[in-house]
């Protein structure tokens, strides 16, 4: 048992690239935390980290370890809250990434719904748009749109989300409605970055790519909404970001029998084994996606 207690410390070390934020996170005290991974290390007979004053890293043997020790803790933490689930509601603090714009605008109502199912339940989010370490940084899942590289983690589609073009009124009347998927080279097109120049576009019978062009190129979905509301152009976007901007009339749909590619939606984890908190949250998002109201 106690070598299991010294992995789990040397997982929490690793994690936090310090002896000192593990400390604080455990509840230890530095001095003992040091001294307990550097018995692990000698009853191993293998120098696992590198430690300078600034920081520690990991020795090829500590990443070979850590792979190791962070399944065998995993698992041994998963047990004891299923068994503890049996007894309870889950519990705990959920961290959470979070595209920016779809959660606001989009997944609020959701996630309110799902602290009042789960009132044992806290949450962490984080609305930033970098791409969080999840093997290294303390957060349970992260929920992504678009296709996403090869990596080892899993990867779950919760959603696939339509995309059509939108406009304001003012715009098209200022500019003309475009009629067939040719005109919009000759429009306002808001594009994200990295620079999408080439739009395809698909009916019930065919796909065509549209060259487009314009002054806005944005790393951002809820600016690029705002700026279409602001009769600045035509902007491609899934229809739950601007299900309010239809329904006051600040932006219309143009090309309505054209969409574009839709966007799946994946909830990302580190490991298949997750706690109950976590695996009701993804579910729980899953069902809503599949039988949202239309």
Known sequence: MELLNDMALFVEVVKARSFRRAA????????TLSRRIGLLEKAIGLRLL???TRKIELT?????YFERCKRIVDEARLAHEQLGEILAQPSGVLRVSLPVDFATTFLAPQIAEFSRRYPGISFEFDLTPRRVDLV???????????????????ARQIAVLPRYLYASPRYLELYGEPRQPAD????????????????????????IDVTVGGRFQLN???MMRRLAAFDLGIAMLAEEIVADDL???????????WQATPVPVYAITETRLLPAKTLRFIDFL???????PK
């Not at 604080?24 to 001095?31: A, C, D, K, L, V």
Request: charged share 20%; with cysteine.
């Open 184 to 207: 919009l080279s000759g429009h306002e097109c808001l594009r994200m970055r990295p620079s999408a120049n080439v739009w395809t576009l698909h009916d019930a019978t065919e796909a």
């Open 60 to 64: 090829e043997a500590g990443q070979i």
């Open 50 to 52: 590198h430690r300078t």
């Open 136 to 154: 290294t940084e303390p957060f349970d899942v992260a929920i992504r749109m678009g296709e996403q590289p090869d990596s080892n983690l899993i």
């Open 24 to 31: 604080e996170t455990i509840g230890m005290p530095n001095s």
């Open 247 to 257: 329904a006051n009339g600040r932006l219309r749909r143009v090309l309505p029998q």
């Open 286 to 292: 899953h069902d809503y996606m599949i039988h949202k």
């Open 220 to 222: 951002s979905i809820g």
